[in-house]
């Protein structure tokens, strides 16, 4: 069974909205989540990497004040796109790990958001 | 810096196998994952390598060249279902995972 969760896995939203996507890591701690974002026909691309009790790490061309990140416990990270524009709309998916190097990387189901 | 390279697209036939490359140049590696994904679907896990040589695992085998900075997924017996992206990723520093672009597979009957 998925032992990541992530919610909602659709949401619709009106431009100038925020859109707020949880992360949970089902029966390990995760003291780092990574988020994703996917456009159509693309492979993921890395956005942040989220560390549990600080800030989170960003990708280089990542707006951190449009994408907020909370790591606020060790099994639930937060994703907010804030003032959401058209250009926002895209699959974001999270993934952690657990603990230790050599470990694979379990996803989320994905959220599609769609800014109209 | 971080650099993935695999094809786009890849066709073969149904009961056919099929080779997907991956060729990479990283700052750090500590092993290589295959991962499929089907549209609209959060990927899943296919294999990990992180020493030299072919791990097999049913009708999927994958092979690691870390002097060449090569891999390639081989699957076997192709299925319909088989059609999906498949990606390429290393983990260098941390757990952070870097893809390459996918290759997509059709399955043609």
């Known amino acids: 069974g998925a032992v990541v969760s992530q919610h909602p896995s659709r949401v619709i939203c009106k431009s100038g909205t925020s859109v707020k996507i949880e992360c949970r890591s089902l029966?390990?701690?995760?003291?780092?989540m990574f988020w994703y974002r996917q456009f159509p026909k693309k492979s993921l691309m890395l956005m942040a990497t989220?560390?549990?009790?600080?800030?989170?790490?960003?990708e280089q061309g990542v707006e951190k004040d449009k994408f907020l990140i909370n790591h606020a416990s060790l099994t639930l990270s937060t994703l907010t796109v804030t003032s959401a524009h058209p250009e926002d709309s895209s699959f974001y998916i999270c993934?952690?790990?657990?603990?230790?190097?050599?470990?694979?990387?379990?996803f989320g189901q994905g959220t599609r958001l769609t800014v109209v | 810096g971080q650099n993935i390279d695999q094809p786009t697209e890849m066709t073969a036939t149904e009961g056919a196998i099929v080779q997907i490359n991956c060729t990479y140049q990283?700052?750090?590696?500590?092993?290589l994952f295959w991962y499929q994904q089907h549209a609209g679907e959060a990927p899943t896990f296919l294999s990990y390598?992180?020493?030299?040589g072919l791990e097999e695992k049913g009708r999927f085998s994958s092979f690691l060249s870390r002097s060449k900075g090569y891999s390639y997924l081989l699957l076997k017996e192709l299925q319909m279902k088989d059609s999906a992206s498949y990606l390429c990723?290393?983990?260098?520093?941390?757990?952070?995972?870097?893809f390459g672009g996918g290759t997509r597979v059709l399955v043609k009957p």
């Open positions: 993934s952690a790990s657990r603990q230790g190097m050599n470990t694979e990387a379990f």
């Open positions: 990723a290393v983990k260098a520093a941390g757990n952070k995972l870097t």
């Open positions: 029966d390990f701690q995760a003291t780092t």
């Open positions: 990283t700052s750090g590696f500590n092993g």
């Open positions: 989220s560390n549990e009790g600080s800030k989170a790490t960003y």
């Open positions: 390598n992180v020493l030299d």
